[in-house]
């Protein structure tokens, strides 16, 4: 359900979840954003209507841990949900796909480790209703979910037919609650999404048509959201690049700038996933334009003008890029975040043996090798100018 309004369909939703009989449901969120964004004031009372009880775990954090998952589906365990509701952006929606696989009945004698260390397939789960509430995540509309093993480092991405969420709610006017940081970084994740999709060995011209949309939509109302947060025009439109962008990467996948954020964000679990793809993100266009011009051309023209889509123009881009992110905000380099040359050899070793990680290297334009991936790295330190 997509538009301003959608939020209202929660009501149809429990009268779904009534006749089939689902009484009982698991709400994964964080202690802030189910309130302050009034999904609570709408989906409480519908809930009581429809005799459906809940449990209430507001324990997600940024980058969810597969602890917050084993808690939540504890909570959930307990209560017998026979169902998930994720409120939030994608650390509480992600949290729950999680959970939902745990409280399968088929699944009950496993933990989020087994599950994030692929010790079973993730076949089945319980119904996910996703009410999503930021601009960048697409967690609402495609079959991944992603957590971090503290005592490994390690930040999984999984992938399973069972994560598509039943119902999904993509309303612009919750949206209008984010933070300044969150309305840049969730939309700078969704533009790296489509960056992707498009230029990775198994895209298609569906996916590059649905990248070219969303960084133009992007590129044209992220500066508009930012200097005027309650323009619904630009969350709408920002939420629709971000929706559009899920439905991209869960067709073309993701490669370097994923693959190399997630060991970013697992030893410094406090770092927004979107500032660290901002981070890497110029690098990533330098070594991989040459691959896939004529794409990237067309897909960055919003952002940089007067690309010609030859091979030669990948260092212009990167750090056209680079001044763009500059401009709405996003100014810090690895560097800036703590990172020295002493953590390359970790964040190399990590982009490699991560469980999942390597299929996502494994679909990218050019070959995913050490070498660059420490270039990569050691090129995201400083500023490119």
């Not at 979840?17 to 009982?24: P, S």
């Not at 691959?291 to 952002?303: G, K, L, V």
């Not at 889509?309 to 560097?335: D, R, Y």
Request: proline share 7%.
């Amino acid at each position: 359900y997509f538009g301003v309004g959608a939020l209202q369909k929660v009501n149809d939703i429990c009268e779904y979840l009534k006749k089939e009989g689902i009484d009982k449901v698991l709400i994964t969120t964080d202690e802030i954003v189910y309130k302050i964004t009034g999904v609570w004031e709408v989906l409480e009372p519908a809930m009581k209507k429809n005799g459906i009880s809940y449990a209430l775990f507001t324990g997600v954090v940024p980058n969810p841990t597969v602890d917050g998952i084993d808690a939540a589906t504890k909570m959930g365990k307990d209560l017998g949900a026979k169902a998930v509701i994720g409120i939030g952006g994608g650390s509480p929606i992600d949290t729950g796909k999680s959970a939902a696989v745990l409280l399968h009945p088929d699944n009950k004698k496993y933990n989020a480790r087994d599950l994030y260390t692929f010790k079973f397939n993730a076949e089945k789960a319980v119904p996910i209703i996703a009410i999503n509430t930021t601009h960048g995540t697409g967690t609402e509309v495609d079959r991944f979910a992603v957590a971090s093993i503290p005592e490994l480092e390690y930040k999984p991405a999984l992938a399973a037919e069972c994560l598509y969420p039943t119902f999904a709610i993509d309303d612009p006017a919750i949206t209008a609650k984010l933070p300044v940081g969150q309305t840049r970084y969730t939309a700078i994740d969704a533009i790296n999404h489509v960056s992707e999709a498009a230029t990775s060995l198994v895209t298609s011209p569906y996916t590059v048509l649905t990248a070219v949309e969303a960084v133009r939509l992007v590129a044209r109302y992220l500066p508009q959201a930012m200097a005027h947060p309650d323009d619904l025009t630009a969350r709408y439109y920002l939420l629709y690049a971000s929706m559009i962008g899920g439905i991209c990467f869960d067709n073309g996948l993701l490669h370097f700038t994923h693959a190399l954020e997630h060991p970013l964000s697992a030893i410094k679990p406090d770092l927004p996933h979107g500032l660290g793809l901002a981070m890497l993100l110029p690098a990533v266009i330098k070594y991989t334009y040459p691959a896939c011009p004529e794409i990237m051309a067309a897909m960055y023209a919003p952002i940089v003008p007067g690309l010609t889509g030859v091979p030669g123009e990948a260092e212009k881009c990167a750090k056209a890029v680079e001044q763009w992110l500059f401009s709405v905000g996003a100014t810090e380099k690895l560097a800036d975040m703590g990172y020295t040359e002493a953590h390359i050899d970790k964040l190399v070793k990590l982009a490699f043996e991560t469980p999942g990680l390597a299929g996502l290297l494994g679909v990218a334009p050019i070959k995913a090798d050490e070498t660059i991936v420490r270039k990569i790295f050691e090129e995201s330190m400083q500023p490119m100018c």
